[in-house]
């Protein structure tokens, strides 16, 4: 046992978003014509590694969505912070940490704990700036050794073949796993026939590179993080990696917990619109022309302005800073999905408009099947296509807006690590001479792979599912 | 059309109601004046005289929506919502928390936020579409099948990068343009130059990649056919012909935007301390100053609605197809 188990509100979220996605998912699949169009979408090289590189962002998330408060070793027990928890066995109390970690966290917990005084550049071991050092001669100025930075490095004059080493180690280290999935996949690519469904086979070539790469990549950078700030640290010294690899978490949490919120509100009014007409089209088409008229950053500062006010008002008692933090978070995606329902809404009152004049739609009512039948077994099949490819389309948008929203100052928490948060607190410092540029970097690189990755697995998507489009290109 | 144009007008009046009821209870329901004024006089040694004072000098000392104790119309003219919402709809966005009258702010800081918009949209719109017009011409090569992954690829950009790269080059490296700020008159051009390149780049992903798609399904249309049939060049087909037709969407979709324009771009002035009406928000958000974030709600939806009537009127003047009833 790790320690007692703290989920927050978003982890369950987060999960069951995944739950739900993956028996959709699984329905869909049932389906021969929509297993086809899967297949066409992972046969698009593009596609096929975006999809592996967002299911490794997932995997992260997912990892950094499992929370819990850490097992205190005895004596720390007493000058720490704590709770007591377990009262049974009075004479070996447990004890807990006060602030809850995640698996993540303690995966990293080497890189996590390695704080420095300051900024220090990717994988330096001297720090940025100089400092007034006592030594046996007197006070010098001079860059201090850094505290985690290659601290157990005697040699500096070694740092350079110390890396070249270290990255050596995790290439080889990474053929072991590369080389086994190599033999699995040319096998794989062997036996799948290539001629008989034309260009519909999975992309396995790009599928094995995308993976070995990232498996690569994986075993450089942990061998290299486990002695070194591999991008450096920022100001107040925390490691540069750990913030970025953190901040996953929060950008995919608001991609789909927004999706979740504006789903069914897009789903029920945009199909009673479409299908009723009458007054509830009237209403449902005043309630979204009233919205989308407001401009969309001036009602989400408006709406998380007057909640954050009313938060600081009535909840000044919610317990820890991870909680408050958690709360904001959420709703802040509750606005942006009040806000974003309205483009997948207009959507789907077009087609249930144009749905409801088929003729099998006529033949149901025919024959005596009461609306909400007729909705749920005849029309909603018929959108799915639809609703997966806004909410494709929209996820990468809301991965940006964050960026945004925390520049404006309505987005997530300031204490919450976000990449919006990164670049907000980095971006003065290309100003600073000599130039950091690492957290900016990471922040950039991080948040380009995620809505590029989400972007071109969209398009497939889209591709794949608009009969209107297909056989276009 | 004058018809049309009335029940336009006449529709978006209960629109800009509903606009009005959704701040007004965001911001005077979900929470009260004294919610307000303890925010604005700190938590700590508040005593109830100086809420009523601060409530007294702000106009906030007023019922929501119905005073029980006046007579006649003041019951409901001199309440929260008359004077503080309706009131609006006469452009009166009364004064912000420090005291000063919004409406000439606004008036103010038009100027700046036009300065950078316009160029931006007339620059952007001539770049866009001469690259999606090139693409259009390689399609299925694999200049086209590159140039749309440069574009998804630049879509995939924060907004905010683009502008710290380019203050960055063009401010600090090159030192060809002043890093931000902003001067009034000819002379503020230099001023002009990183915002608008800025802004040109980051839009030019998306809108290449919008533009192509547009101009491809009317490529295949017969018209185009018989152009090449009489003998055109493709140059001619696609800049004469094709472009006039598939400019019907985009200007539709630029006209929009048109009176939108004077709202200025949050994150680019801020970025660039352009004292215009983008930054003007993002201050006022960040001061927590409602006063200002309620009138540019109202303001940003009436030019909105405005860019749709705008939009109505230009489909009759470029399509002789479409009526208006």
Redesign the interface.
């Known amino acids: 046992m790790l320690g007692q188990p703290a989920l927050l509100i978003s982890d369950y979220l987060i999960w069951s978003i995944c739950l739900i996605g993956g028996i959709s998912l699984a329905i869909g699949l049932r389906n021969p014509l929509q297993r086809q169009r899967w297949r066409m979408i992972l046969s698009t090289p593009s596609a096929m590694a975006s999809a592996i590189i967002l299911l490794t962002y997932l995997a992260i998330a997912l990892l950094d969505s499992v929370h819990f408060r850490p097992l205190l070793p005895q004596d720390e027990a007493t000058t720490n912070g704590s709770i007591e928890a377990n009262s049974e066995q009075p004479n070996s109390t447990v004890t807990y940490a006060a602030s809850e970690i995640s698996l993540l966290d303690l995966l990293l917990s080497n890189i996590r704990k390695a704080e420095e005084r300051s900024y220090s550049a990717p994988l330096a071991i001297y720090a940025f700036s100089k400092e007034s050092l006592v030594t046996a001669a007197g006070t010098t100025r001079a860059y201090p050794r850094l505290l985690y930075g290659g601290a157990d490095l005697e040699n500096p004059a070694l740092h350079r073949s110390d890396i070249v080493n270290r990255t050596l180690t995790g290439l080889g280290l990474s053929l072991i796993l590369v080389i086994p999935i190599f033999l699995l996949f040319r096998r794989r690519s062997r036996r799948s026939p290539t001629l008989s469904a034309g260009n519909q086979t999975p992309a396995w070539r790009t599928a094995f590179m995308t993976i070995a790469g990232l498996l690569i990549i994986g075993s450089v950078a942990t061998q290299l993080a486990d002695h070194y700030h591999l991008l450096g640290t920022e100001k107040v010294g925390q490691d540069v990696l750990y913030l970025g690899l953190k901040s996953i978490r929060t950008g995919v949490l608001i991609g789909a917990l927004t999706l979740l919120i504006m789903l069914p509100l897009a789903l029920v009014l945009g199909t009673a619109a479409g299908y009723f007409g009458g007054w509830i089209d009237d209403a449902v088409q ?1 309630l979204y ?3 989308s ?3 969309g ?3 989400i ?3 998380v ?3 954050n ?2 938060l ?2 009535n909840l000044s008692e919610v317990t820890s800073l991870h909680q408050r933090a958690d709360l904001r978070l959420l709703l802040l995606t509750g606005i942006l999905g009040l806000t974003g329902w309205i483009g997948l809404c207009r959507l789907l009152r077009a087609e249930s408009l144009k749905l409801r004049e088929l003729d099998y739609v006529t033949a149901a009512r025919a024959f005596g099947v009461v609306d909400a039948r007729i909705l749920i077994r005849h029309l909603l099949p018929n959108l799915g296509h639809i609703v997966l490819i806004t909410i494709v389309i929209d996820f ?1 948008g809301l991965v ?1 807006a964050e ?2 929203l925390s ?4 987005g997530v928490d300031p204490s919450m690590i976000s990449w919006g948060n990164m ?1 907000n607190s980095a ?1 003065l410092e ?2 600073r001479e000599p130039l950091v540029w690492w957290s ?1 970097a990471t922040a ?1 690189i991080f ?2 792979t995620l ?2 990755c ?3 697995f969209a ?1 497939a998507v889209r591709d794949a599912f608009d009969p209107r489009l297909r056989g ?1 290109q | 059309m004058t018809r049309y144009l009335l029940r336009r007008l006449l529709y978006a009046i209960p629109i800009l109601l509903g606009v009005n009821l959704i701040t007004f209870s965001l911001f005077f329901v979900v929470n009260t004046p004294d919610d307000m004024a303890y925010k604005h006089l700190g938590d700590k040694r508040v005593t109830v005289e100086m809420v009523d004072k601060w409530k007294k000098d702000h106009g906030y000392d007023r019922p929501l929506i119905y005073a029980a104790d006046r007579g006649g119309f003041a019951r409901f003219s001199d309440t929260l919502f008359a004077q503080h919402s309706l009131k609006l709809f006469l452009l009166d966005f009364g004064r912000a928390d420090d005291g000063r009258s919004i409406g000439t702010d606004i008036r103010q800081r038009m100027g700046p936020s036009l300065a950078i918009a316009i160029p931006n949209l007339l620059v952007g719109l001539l770049v866009y579409i001469t690259v999606s017009l090139t693409l259009t011409f390689f399609r299925g090569t694999y200049i086209d099948f590159n140039g749309v992954l440069i574009a998804v690829a630049m879509m995939s950009i924060s907004a905010m990068f683009y502008i710290i790269a380019g203050q960055f080059l063009l401010g600090k490296l090159l030192h060809l343009a002043p890093i931000s700020g902003y001067q009034h008159g000819i002379a503020g051009f230099r001023f002009l130059i990183t915002p608008v390149l800025v802004g040109l780049i980051a839009g030019l992903g998306g809108s290449v990649r919008w533009y192509r798609t547009l101009f491809l399904e009317e490529i295949e249309k017969d018209y185009i056919r018989s152009a090449r049939a009489r003998g055109l060049g493709e140059a001619a087909v696609l800049w004469r012909h094709l472009l006039r037709n598939a400019l019907i969407p985009i200007l539709t979709g630029v006209v929009v935007v048109i009176p939108t324009l004077f709202m200025g771009s949050l994150i680019t002035e801020s970025f660039f301390s352009i004292p215009g009406l983008g930054s003007y928000t993002i201050d006022a958000i960040r001061a927590q100053d409602f006063a200002i974030v309620r009138a540019m709600v109202f303001l940003g939806s009436l030019l909105y609605i405005a860019g749709l009537m705008l939009t109505d009127l230009s489909y009759v003047m470029v399509d002789p197809r479409v009526r208006l009833e």
């Open positions: 005043y022309t009233t919205l008229s407001i401009p950053v001036l009602l500062a408006a709406a302005l007057s909640v006010l009313y600081d008002q990468s940006l960026a945004v520049y404006v100052g309505v670049i971006r290309l100003a900016l950039f948040m380009f809505v590029l989400a972007n071109l398009d276009k």
